[in-house]
Structures are given as C-alpha cells and as structure tokens.
C-alpha cells in the first residue's frame, strides 16, 4: 500500500464523516462538491472532515483508486465509501442519508 494510499484509508477510518472533495466546506469549488456540502449539512451534519483533492494530484488520483469511483466528490461514513453526489442526493431524498449520519 502506497503512502498516499496508507493517508487515504487513516483519514476515512479515523473520522466519522469526510469528504473528498474540490474546494472546502466554506468554498467548494464545483457544483457536484457544493452539492454534497450541502446536502451533509442539510442532514445535520456538523462535522464534516473535507480533503481538497485540487491541493494535491497524487491525494486527487489516489481517492479514484482507493475507492474505485472515477470521480470527485466522495463520501464515507465511519470509513465505509457511500458514494457521490447523485447517490447523495438520491439517498437524502428517500431519507436514507439522513439515517446514515446519524447511526
């Protein structure tokens, strides 16, 4: 296992909720990060851990390969990969996110 690979699964296993991310909580900066901040936020979620894959290439390719999701937002719950944002937001809709985050 890689060191960025090593990094990856430390964060996810040490925080209940993190999301990798473009941009930050405060400044996403795609629609589909803004989105999934959002709907984090809209479930009552307070602490939310967000890794800026901008800031770093190997971090941006590491998270595809991690999880083997080609793309970016991502979400894990107590180190488990949930999804992106469509998924999100499908989850949110049927309430299912909002149970998630509060097991």
């Not at 991690?66 to 469509?86: A, H, I, N, R």
């Amino acid at each position: 296992m890689s060191d960025v690979q090593a990094w990856i699964k430390e964060t996810v296993t040490n925080n209940a909720v993190v999301l990798f991310m473009k941009g930050n909580a405060q400044f996403p900066q795609c629609g589909f990060s803004g989105r999934a901040i959002q709907l984090l936020k809209a479930s009552g979620v307070d602490d939310i851990v967000t890794v800026n894959v901008l800031d770093d290439a190997d971090i941006r390719q590491g998270i595809k390969e991690y999880s083997q999701w080609p793309t970016v937002p991502q979400l894990y719950v107590k180190g488990e990969f949930v999804g992106g944002s469509d998924i999100m937001g499908e989850m949110f809709e049927s309430g299912e996110l909002q149970t998630l985050l509060k097991a």
